[in-house]
T-cell receptor
């Protein structure tokens, strides 16, 4: 069974601060996805990283896939209250098909 | 973009009732649909993988007789929670994949199930 450890589990910061969320595993993933979920809604895909060492930017969000494809990070610059939500990483196994989700990071950005 | 619709979005019912949740892919055909369960402030836990025209594959610890899955067409999968009890109260989310690679998965907006 592939496991994804996500940290921190909870994060409460002030508007304008920077933060990083980590997703780690002992398993290799063929791709890794990051989602953001609002209360009462399904997760919305933010990005998919596929290549080891890959870095993708989405406005103030920077996503990185580890060289060995076992870990990933999400960095948010100058966080805003609108960034508040549950951030989930999910890895696609090398055999494909199912996604393994991390435990999630509940981010609260206070104005 | 690919849209997945889930219905109902919210249901409250008495203990012992069976509840059916529908998951539809609106603008694409989904070979595979996935059913997840999510408790408050927690992550998504895969319950089962549903393939059109065949039996669903359940994850370890998920009772197949409790959570009945039917994937009768390429655009519809249903999850029936039979004889629901308060401990079955949760947020149920489906996702659908367009092709055999099963990625990316497109998620529905979830169904909040509350059993009294």
């Amino acid at each position: 069974t592939q496991l994804l450890e996500q940290s921190p589990q909870f994060l409460s910061i002030q508007e304008g601060e920077n933060l990083t969320v980590y997703c780690n595993s002992s398993s290799v993933f063929s791709s890794l996805q990051w989602y953001r979920q609002e209360p009462g809604e399904g997760p919305v895909l933010l990005v998919t990283v596929v290549t080891g060492g890959e870095v993708k930017k989405l406005k103030r969000l920077t996503f990185q896939f580890g060289d060995a494809r076992k870990d990933s990070s999400l960095h948010i610059t100058a966080a805003q209250p609108g960034d508040t939500g549950l951030y989930l990483c999910a890895g696609e196994g090398t055999s494909g098909s199912r996604l393994t989700f991390g435990e999630g990071t509940q981010l609260t950005v206070n104005p | 973009g690919a849209v997945v619709s889930q219905h109902p979005s919210w249901v409250i019912c008495k203990s012992g009732t069976s509840v059916k949740i529908e998951c539809r892919s609106l603008d694409f055909q989904a070979t595979t649909m996935f059913w997840y369960r999510q408790f408050p402030k927690q992550s998504l836990m895969l319950m089962a993988t549903s393939n059109e025209g065949s039996k669903a594959t359940y994850e370890q610890g998920v009772e197949k007789d409790k959570f009945l899955i039917n994937h009768a067409s390429l655009t519809l999968s249903t999850l029936t929670v039979t004889s629901a009890h308060p401990e079955d109260s949760s947020f149920y989310i489906c996702s659908a994949a367009i092709d055999a690679s099963n990625q990316p998965q497109h998620f529905g907006d979830g169904t909040r199930l509350s059993i009294l």
